[in-house]
């Protein structure tokens, strides 16, 4: 009889995660358009816990884009557009061995709906590319990353409107005709999931313009079903050897406690969860999801076709992962909601500890799709000092040797665990909050909320300890 392994496959993929708009900046160079993310200000006068980026309107839409005076940290980033050889070579020696980055839409077709890409962004992804390799990490692109161009939102109707599953299609395509030879790990939308937190960010749908702001978010979820579906089956008919996948934020909920009613609340919360992967690696629609369209009014618009397209399914699951939330009979009455567990710590932003949950999660989503799981995000953001040119980051250590060890745990429970990819291995803009003040790294950029700052570059003491837990492929967590 086969035992259960006692440490993570040798081939193990040990990797850093970004997005485009929140490293890159220049983000009007080279042809680029303004894409959602460009919109996003820093909103210094609210509290830690409060800073977040939720629906917008039509006319705050127009206000951003004019808006030259206002502070958008993510048209600067931390200027990765111009550092990336630098910062990739400090990451490489951690031991990097994958890198997970974002693909500006709005750098490859301006308004989004051209029929021709810009050159100049592409070759900029051709550099990027070509540099990860070079550093001896594989590459893993997220095709779209909050950065629709932001044309899209204003001219069309975001996700909500049909005339996008075209324009992501065409998208797609070109990012798989021109990296398919370098780039074999895909996800074609990140956190695909996010329709109650950062909706407007992940579909475009202006607040104002939808009589039924719900009906119109899963409307636009289809679209993009749809869209996923049609890359999908384009990318494995072409390149047999690309791997597409499907990604979550987070997942499943606990219920509240042992009650009935909870329980069955949070079952049903789950299954809406779950729902996304269901249709991206099952193809079809389940029932449940049929009965919550129902019971919340939702009448979904099907074209011709799209249940055939659906059957184009996907080849792995990822999730990022901070912390697993509570559902109770009320909470899911109220939309479906879901909330911090009060029994446990959190950060100065309300974002929990819990380790434990990582494990969880991992069984639950292997039991359910036995197929390769990666692990796209996990970190948490601190607010990191700098004492004599050094960042004692202890509380950083602790928390990844935490969820490392849980990680540890699901693989001998026998979950097929292919990545690790930490969130902003080096320190990036928020993007929930849009500040530097909140950092994930374990390489500290020298900039402030306000883009003031030296840009330097400083590994913090949880970088030599990464350095080595990669090194010993997991086993080193001291």
């Avoid at 909870?262 to 991206?280: G, K, T």
């Amino acid at each position: 009889m086969n035992k259960s392994p006692k440490g993570f496959p040798e081939d193990f993929l040990w990797g850093g995660a970004i997005a485009a708009n929140q490293a890159e900046g220049a983000f009007d160079v080279d042809g680029k358009g303004m894409c959602i993310a460009d919109i996003n200000a820093f909103q210094g006068d609210l509290p830690l816990e409060k800073r977040c980026n939720l629906e917008m309107d039509t006319s705050q839409i127009k206000a951003a884009m004019a808006d030259q005076e206002g502070n958008y940290p993510k048209r600067r980033g931390i200027g990765f557009y111009y550092t990336y050889p630098e910062d990739l070579k400090l990451l490489a020696e951690m031991g990097l061995k994958s890198f997970r980055f974002s693909v500006n839409w709005a750098r490859i077709f301006p308004n989004g709906d051209e029929e021709e890409p810009n050159g100049e962004g592409l070759a900029f992804y051709d550099r990027l590319i070509d540099e990860i390799i070079k550093n001896g990490m594989e590459p893993m692109i997220t095709i779209s990353h909050y950065e629709m161009p932001l044309h899209l939102t204003t001219a069309y109707n975001g996700w909500y409107s049909r005339e996008l599953v075209d324009f992501f299609y065409r998208y797609c395509c070109v990012l798989f005709d021109r990296f398919h030879d370098r780039v074999k790990l895909w996800i074609p939308v990140n956190q695909i999931n996010m329709i109650h937190f950062e909706s407007f960010n992940h579909l475009g749908i202006a607040g104002d313009r939808a009589e039924n702001l719900l009906q119109a978010k899963y409307q636009g979820i289809h679209h993009e079903f749809v869209a996923c579906a049609m890359a999908a089956g384009y990318a494995h008919s072409r390149y047999p050897d690309l791997k597409i996948g499907v990604m979550l934020c987070g997942g499943p909920a606990s219920p509240k406690d042992s009650g009935p009613e909870n329980v069955l609340a949070a079952v049903r919360h789950n299954q809406m969860e779950y729902f996304y992967s269901d249709v991206a690696l099952r193809g079809y629609y389940p029932g449940y999801a049929l009965r919550f369209f129902e019971d919340n009014g939702i009448e979904l618009q099907f074209a011709d076709g799209d249940e055939e397209i659906l059957k184009n399914t996907a080849d792995f699951f990822s999730f990022s992962y901070y912390y697993m939330k509570v559902c109770d009979e009320e909470s899911f009455r109220q939309g479906n909601r879901t909330y911090r567990n009060p029994s446990l710590s959190a950060n100065e932003w309300g974002w929990s500890l819990d380790p434990v949950g990582l494990r969880t999660m991992l069984n639950l989503f292997y039991d359910r799709y036995q197929c390769p799981i990666y692990i796209t995000e996990n970190g948490m953001g601190f607010c990191d000092s700098v004492e004599q040119g050094q960042i004692q980051d202890t509380y950083r250590i602790d928390y990844y040797r935490a969820h490392i060890e849980q990680m540890r745990e699901a693989v001998r429970d026998g979950v097929d665990l292919r990545g690790y990819y930490a969130w902003g291995p080096i320190d990036i803009v928020s993007c929930s909050s849009s500040e530097m003040t909140k950092r994930y790294g374990f390489i500290y950029v020298d900039y402030d909320d306000y883009g003031k700052g030296t840009g330097k570059r400083i590994r913090k003491a949880s970088y030599e300890w990464m350095r080595n837990v990669i090194r010993s492929n997991g086993e080193d967590l001291n």
